[in-house]
Structures are given as structure tokens and as C-alpha cells.
């Protein structure tokens, strides 16, 4: 089974990913499954209703985050897709879906994803990845945590400078 | 000035640690070129024809001695013992080594400067007038946001990886020294009805293959919603702007194709979304205002022999003429420093001369030096009684050329003779031109006139927006150049219109003298060249530059 | 007749193949006269990743008794940037910087052989 590194009391670690992506025509194996936002929008029931396993979405860059919009009930992981990893619509992806959407399941981040990225990641409120560069949780963690401080409010609750300097 | 804190010390601490990694990784093999090139260009590295070249920050074109003296370090020790600044008020070093960068950026760190966000798909160095707390007209100090909006895009884990890159001025002048009007966004600074502050918000500007002046899409946006009001349109141009074509991904293109109106009413919608959790509070404001409050301006110093001496030396008053501006202090004026001297390399300058510049600041400036998106330098605080001795100084160390705003105060981007996406040479054709028009009386007799030259349709050199722009192309692998005229990057900004077909290397400073001498044929009294040409038209100048051709 | 030329990773330098190594002058760099061992080259160097960056062939013609690139850009490369002599590669002079600088004839701006041509 394939592993993924997840966020974990302020480190990070390497679990099992027991998620199988399914494609839009594959029937439904049961299970943990993420699909894609077309076929959970689609109003497919049967994949949220009795299921057993775990459900997740899948966001494509050019998907609108906020069609998730009170529906995120009942799933447990979204994952931002990065074809390319210059491509950044997914980081505007997680951070709307913490901050705007107050979701609190998994945001993974799937595709292109590099550790030289993990810091922006964690600040815009992914918790899970899968690596592309054979980064492990070390690395990740070293990558995450290597800037003491940071200028701007995003959705990982760190206090900017700004709030820093005035002691709060 | 801004002084850093040790959260901004220790930011950039952490950033030339993670690259001096990411350099190890590259030297190991960890890293491919592909994977490897975005990473080194957020960190201002090029490769270019000879070399890898070094791109530094100079926020917002400010800098204080003790940085400059730590520039001309770096320029004696990792590079050839010059400089070159360029029309985005950055300097670069163009024989830099990859594994010396992580040096490098330790060094610049050591004078709170660095490489970060000065290429990549990013928000970059933001733009402000050269004059800013010391020109006449202005509202009150631009730094003051120009600032806080550094700090605000340093690293943004949203905004890092946009379309394409993102370029941002900030101007609180009635005349724009910053060209506003062609970044990505211009905020030019109001005062609101109730006697507030706030921008006026231009975004879509740009050159490059497609140059558009931006439209204004909030006439005015009060001054303490600024940053949520940045987070709306960047995000709206993170989301929508194209990534298919990175000819088209520039926010211009997202704007003209939605059109103003509509682009607008996006941002303005998730504007709202966002509310004022978006907002830097007024406290850190405060804390930023506080560091460009200037507290050492007397209060109407003598002139001393200033008027006697101006009255007595012609070269001393040529250069009162065309270098000194008018600041907002009686008794003080803004001394512009040309680095285009007659026959040098527009915005080239040598270490000693760096370190003459900052030795000028310390004495007689405040210790405030600038940037000029027209690659030359300023010191904004001059007393008068001191120009004379500045002036000495300066022209001792060849940096006196009473040009500026002339029509050798040539623009000119490395082009061929160092960059690899060039297609012709600049500087040459510069110097050719500058060569032309040596003579000063000459220079002043034609007046303002502003001639800009790129290598490439990139338009570094800011050709668009040239009173006489030049474009250089590659026919058939030979170097030949387009002409454009009526550009401008003022406040009554424009693109420039092509006069023709385009012209060998060799029949360029002739075009550009059969234009200047139409421009003499037609002017009436106290028209500027754009004055003129807007009058007439591009009949006379075309017919100056082409007719020998029919 | 062809060259392979590249930017070497460490210090971004213009280098020539020469049998297996680089070296910094074109006037000591190999000559290609035939497609097979200039094609086995450039697929040698491309394996060197981290050695050098980009390595591609350039057309060549005669100057003055030495090997020159046909395109402007390339003989920029090969000598250094045009407004200061002292800089670069024509900084040791020589006959050859000199062929270099006499020059003429450019058939294409990049002087890369086999480039796809961006429109």
C-alpha cells in the first residue's frame, strides 16, 4: 500500500494511504475512495450513503474550491491536485477550504509536490502529501519548519511578524 | 529609512539556508536543472550567455550606505568589480558562480539586502517614486505601504507560484516617476473626501509582447484596506489568469479579456468575502511610518555660496539645470546621480564608484540613497550649500553627467552582449546614440527626451513607453531594430506607435538624429518632443527617417 | 561543421566538447564533421547533468583560418560581451578571439542545430 506523510502532533510521519482514487467510470470497490469533484457534485449517493469506507474529493486546479460549500460533510479527505508543481491554484485551493469552507478533515496534496514547497503548503492548511521527490517525513519536517517566522496571516493560525512585534 | 528587526534578519537567515541546501542538491544531482531552475530564479539566480548573473533586491529602490558599501563588496569579491542596475530599481552582477551564490546571499544578508522574489512567478520588487519623502508634490511618503507590501509578499505561501510574475508600484505624486500605469498593479496615493488616505487602483498594466496601460478599477480604495484588497486580486488572478500560454498569463490579459468592469466586480466580490481579516493592522503601519519620518532636516538652512558659485561656473550650473530637483524643504534639494555617462553602459556602475556614492549619502544626504526605474541613482537630501561639493565629488569619480531626462539619459537592458533571451544588442546601440548627442548644449537644446532600448520583445528596457522606443530583432540572424515613438511611462502614459520598418545596427543613431532633427523643424515654442509629436503626428518623422529609402 | 558548446553547472561558463571533457576555447574544441559522433556526443553530454547544462551543437564556418559559429549570439558566447573588451573569453586576445570577432554571415540567430524555433 502506498504511504503518504501526514501532519501529526507538530511533526510529521509516514502512514499508510488506505484511499484508492477512483476514476469517473470505475465502479465503486467500497472502501476508502476519493473521487472527482464532477462525480461527487453529480449527486452519485451511493458513494456517500451506508458507506463504510471513507470518502474524498479530488480538486483539479481549474475546479471552484467553493463549490464544495456546505457539502463537505461526510468527507473525510480532500486532495489538491499539482500537475506541474509551479502550477499554485492549489495552494489557493486549501487555504479556502480552511479558512473559508471551515473544513477540518484531510487536505492532501497529490501530483508534482516537492519538498522546496512544503513550508507553503503547511501555511495554506495542507496536512497530508504524498511527495514526488522521494521526500520522507524528516526531510518534510526539516523543509515545513525552516522559517522561524512569517510575514503574512494564512490558515495555519502562526502569528505574523506584524502580531509578533506587537507582542501579541 | 526602514531598518530591518531580527524577525526580518532571521527571515532572511532561513531563506539563504534553505538555498545554500537547494545549491548542495543541485551540485549533488538531488535536483535536476528543471526542478532546480524555479527554485534558483525565486533566489534572483539566472544563467545567462556567460555566466550565472545574481539578481538583487533593492526594496523599493531605497538603500543606505553601509548596504551600497556591502554591493560594492560583493562586486570586488564574487564579481568583476561592477554592477548593473536595472529598470526595475534592482542591481545585478552578471559573472556570478552557483556554488559561491549561497556566499553571496550571505553577504548581502549581513547588510539586510537579498535575492528574494526578484525573478520567478511571484509578486516582485514593488516600484516607487525615486523622490519619494523628498519631492515637492507628493501626498505623503509611499515607502510607508511600499514597505509593509514587501513584507507582506515575502514569501506569501499563496501567492508564490501565480500565472506568471507580479510587479507592484506605489506612487504619491502627481507625476509618476514610477510608470504605474504599466505594472501589474499601480496604486497611485488620494486623498479621500474626508480628508483620509487611499488608492487609486490600476491593474493590467504591463509591456512585454502585449503592452497595455492599465485601467483604474476602484478610483479609491482607503489606505487601511489595502492588503486585503492586494489578497482579492491576486487571488483572482491565481485562480483565473491563463497558464497555458506564458505569453498570455500576465494579469493584463486576464483583465482586457474579462474587461475592467467585470474583472473588477470579481475582486470586489471576493474582497468582500475575505473582510478585514485580510488587513495588516494600523499598528504595524504605524510602526513602519515611524522609520521614514525624517528627523534631521534643519530648519531653513543657509545655501551658503550655492547661488554665487551656480552664477560663476557654467558646468556647475548645467548640472543644477538637469540634476537637481526641487525638494520639499527650503534650503535642500534632490541631487540625481546619471550612471549614463557618454559612452559607458547605461546603469553600470564600479565598485570605487558605489563606494563614492555611499560615502556622498553619509556626508551630505541623510544616508539615504535611491534607485530610479531609469537605472540611475539619487541622493534625496541634499543641502544646497553642500551640491557644489557633491557635484565635485561626483565628477571626479565620473558620475556627473548633467543628463538626466535627455536624450543620452538612455534605458538600455543587457540585451545581447549578456542575456540569454535577447535577440539584438542595447547597449551599444546606447552608446552610439549617446555618442551622437555628446555635445550638452546640443542635449539641452532638444530637451526632454527619453529614449528606451530592449534587446528583446521582453521589453526590459521599457521600449513601449519610450519617447523614442527601440526594439531590437533578429532578422535572418542578423541584428535589426523597430522604432516606436509617443510612449511614455508618465501620468500621461502611452504605448508607443512602430514608425516603420525596421532599420540595420548600423542606421539607428542616424534614424534617431533625422528624428530629433524633425522634432527641431517642427517644435513651437516650449513644446516637448511628445508635445510635438502628439501635434503633428508621426508624418514628419516618419517621412526624417524613411525618406531616403522610397 | 559543428561544435557542441554548453554552460558548465558549476560557475555557468561557456565550454566545448573536446573528446569526452570540456574545455573553455572554441579554438580547442572538437570539430564535428559528421552527424553520427556529433549526435553520440551530444547525447554523452546530456548524461552529465551534473556537469553542464543544456549542451546543444552550433553550426560553424571559416574565419580567417579558424572555426568560427555562424550566429552572432553564439560568437557573443565565445568571446564575451561586446561593451567590455576586458570581460570574457576575448579578454586573452589572440588570433582566434580575433577570427572570432571578424566573423560574418549568420544564418540563424541561435546557430542551434536541430532548435524547434519558438513563434
Redesign the interface.
Known amino acids: 500500500m502506498p504511504t503518504l506523510i501526514k501532519a501529526d502532533a507538530g511533526g510529521f510521519v509516514t502512514v499508510e494511504d488506505t484511499f484508492t482514487v477512483l476514476e469517473d467510470d470505475a465502479p465503486d470497490p467500497g472502501g476508502d475512495v476519493i473521487v472527482s469533484l464532477a462525480r461527487f457534485l453529480s449527486g452519485d449517493g451511493d458513494l456517500a450513503a451506508g458507506r463504510s469506507g471513507r470518502l474524498g474529493v479530488r480538486l483539479a486546479p481549474e475546479d471552484d474550491v467553493e463549490a464544495l460549500e456546505g457539502r463537505l460533510e461526510g468527507v473525510s479527505t480532500v486532495a489538491v491536485e499539482f500537475p506541474k508543481f509551479r502550477d499554485g491554484r492549489g495552494f489557493t485551493a486549501a487555504r479556502l477550504l480552511r479558512t473559508r469552507l471551515g473544513f477540518r478533515g484531510e487536505v492532501r496534496a497529490v501530483g508534482d509536490v516537492l519538498r522546496d514547497q512544503a513550508g507553503f503548503m503547511v501555511r495554506c492548511g495542507f496536512d497530508a502529501f504524498i511527495p514526488a521527490d522521494g521526500a520522507g517525513p524528516a526531510e518534510w519536517a526539516e523543509a515545513a519548519g525552516r522559517h522561524r517566522h512569517v510575514y503574512q496571516r494564512a490558515a495555519d493560525g502562526r502569528a505574523p511578524a506584524f502580531a509578533e512585534r506587537q507582542g501579541g | 529609512m526602514y531598518r530591518y528587526d531580527a524577525v526580518d534578519r532571521a527571515v532572511l537567515a532561513d531563506r539563504t539556508a534553505e538555498f545554500r541546501d537547494q545549491v548542495r542538491r543541485r551540485l549533488a544531482g538531488e535536483l535536476t536543472e528543471d526542478q532546480f531552475k524555479p527554485l534558483r530564479l525565486m533566489n534572483g539566480l539566472y544563467l545567462q550567455l556567460h555566466a550565472y548573473m545574481l539578481r538583487v533586491a533593492v526594496p523599493y529602490g531605497s538603500l543606505s550606505p553601509v548596504q551600497m558599501r556591502g554591493l560594492a563588496d560583493i562586486a570586488r569579491r564574487f564579481d568583476r568589480g561592477y554592477g548593473h542596475f536595472t529598470t526595475r530599481t534592482n542591481i545585478q552582477f552578471n559573472w556570478i558562480r552557483l556554488a559561491e551564490a549561497p556566499d553571496i546571499l550571505d553577504a548581502l544578508a549581513a547588510v539586510d539586502l537579498h535575492a528574494i522574489q526578484t525573478s520567478g512567478n511571484c509578486i516582485r520588487n514593488v516600484t516607487a517614486d525615486p523622490y519619494a519623502g523628498a519631492a515637492a508634490d507628493e501626498l505623503e511618503d509611499p515607502r510607508v505601504w511600499c514597505e509593509a507590501i514587501r513584507q507582506w509578499s515575502s514569501l506569501h505561501p499563496e501567492f508564490s507560484f501565480l500565472p506568471r510574475k507580479f510587479k507592484i508600484a506605489v506612487t504619491a505624486s502627481p507625476h509618476d516617476r514610477t510608470a504605474a500605469r504599466v505594472h501589474d498593479i499601480g496604486l497611485l496615493l488620494r486623498r479621500g473626501r474626508d480628508g483620509g488616505t487611499g488608492f487609486e487602483v490600476i491593474v493590467g498594466g504591463g509591456m512585454g509582447r502585449t503592452p497595455h496601460v492599465g485601467p483604474t478599477i476602484r478610483s479609491y480604495l482607503p489606505a487601511e484596506r489595502l492588503f486585503s484588497y492586494l489578497e482579492a486580486i491576486l487571488r483572482v488572478y491565481n485562480r483565473h489568469g491563463r497558464r497555458d500560454n506564458i505569453y498570455k498569463a500576465r494579469i493584463k490579459i486576464l483583465v482586457s479579456a474579462l474587461g475592467a468592469e467585470a474583472f473588477a466586480r470579481e475582486v470586489e466580490a471576493e474582497w468582500e468575502k475575505i473582510g478585514t481579516e485580510g488587513d495588516v493592522p494600523a499598528a504595524e503601519i504605524e510602526r513602519i511610518r515611524a522609520a521614514f519620518t525624517n528627523p534631521d532636516f534643519l530648519a531653513d538652512p543657509s545655501t551658503g555660496d550655492f547661488e554665487a558659485r551656480r552664477a560663476a561656473e557654467p558646468a556647475f550650473a548645467r548640472f543644477v539645470r538637469n540634476n537637481l530637483k526641487a525638494h520639499v524643504r527650503p534650503g535642500y534639494g534632490i541631487v540625481d546621480i546619471s550612471l549614463k555617462g557618454i559612452g559607458e553602459t547605461p546603469g553600470d556602475i564600479s565598485a570605487d564608484q558605489m563606494d563614492v556614492v555611499a560615502d556622498l549619502a553619509e556626508r551630505f544626504g541623510q544616508g539615504d540613497i535611491r534607485a530610479t526605474h531609469e537605472q540611475n541613482l539619487v541622493l534625496p537630501h541634499v543641502r544646497l550649500e553642500h551640491v557644489h561639493e557633491v557635484w565635485k565629488a561626483l565628477d571626479a569619480a565620473g558620475l556627473a553627467t548633467p543628463n538626466i531626462n535627455l536624450i543620452s539619459d538612455i534605458i538600455a537592458c543587457p540585451g545581447l552582449d549578456y542575456c540569454a533571451l535577447a535577440n539584438a544588442r542595447a547597449i551599444c546601440v546606447a552608446q552610439d546614440i549617446a555618442r551622437r548627442f555628446e555635445a550638452p548644449e546640443k542635449a539641452e537644446a532638444i530637451g526632454e527626451l527619453k529614449i528606451k532600448i530592449s534587446g528583446c520583445i521582453n521589453a526590459c528596457g521599457h521600449h513601449h513607453v519610450g519617447h523614442i522606443g527601440i526594439l531590437g530583432v533578429d532578422k535572418k540572424g542578423e541584428e535589426f531594430y523597430q522604432l516606436t515613438l509617443g510612449g511614455s511611462g508618465a501620468e500621461d502614459a502611452a504605448v508607443g506607435k512602430i514608425l516603420g520598418p525596421a532599420l540595420p545596427i548600423d542606421r539607428v543613431t542616424d534614424a534617431v538624429d533625422a528624428i530629433v532633427g524633425a522634432y527641431l523643424r517642427e517644435r513651437r515654442d516650449g513644446e516637448r518632443f511628445l508635445d510635438t509629436l502628439r501635434r503633428t503626428g508621426d508624418a514628419p518623422f516618419k517621412e526624417a527617417v524613411y525618406a531616403d529609402a522610397h | 561543421m559543428r561544435a557542441l558548446t554548453a ?1 558548465r ?6 565550454v566545448f566538447w573536446r573528446a569526452g571533457a570540456w574545455v573553455e576555447r572554441l579554438s580547442d574544441a572538437e570539430i564535428f564533421s559528421e552527424e553520427a559522433p556529433a549526435a553520440e556526443a551530444e547525447a554523452a553530454a546530456r548524461a552529465q ?2 556537469v553542464v ?2 549542451p546543444y551543437l552550433i553550426d560553424l564556418v571559416e574565419s580567417a583560418g579558424f572555426w568560427a559559429p ?4 553564439e560568437r ?2 565565445a568571446l ?5 573588451e576586458h ?2 573569453k576575448q579578454a586573452e586576445g589572440g588570433g582566434a578571439v580575433e577570427a572570432l570577432r571578424q566573423a560574418h554571415g ?4 541561435s ?1 542551434r542545430v536541430n532548435l524547434i524555433r519558438r513563434k
Open positions: 554552460n553547472l558549476s560557475d555557468g561558463e561557456v547533468p551534473t547544462i543544456d555562424v550566429s552572432y549570439r557573443i558566447r564575451g560581451p561586446s561593451n567590455h570581460h570574457g549568420a544564418a540563424r540567430s546557430g
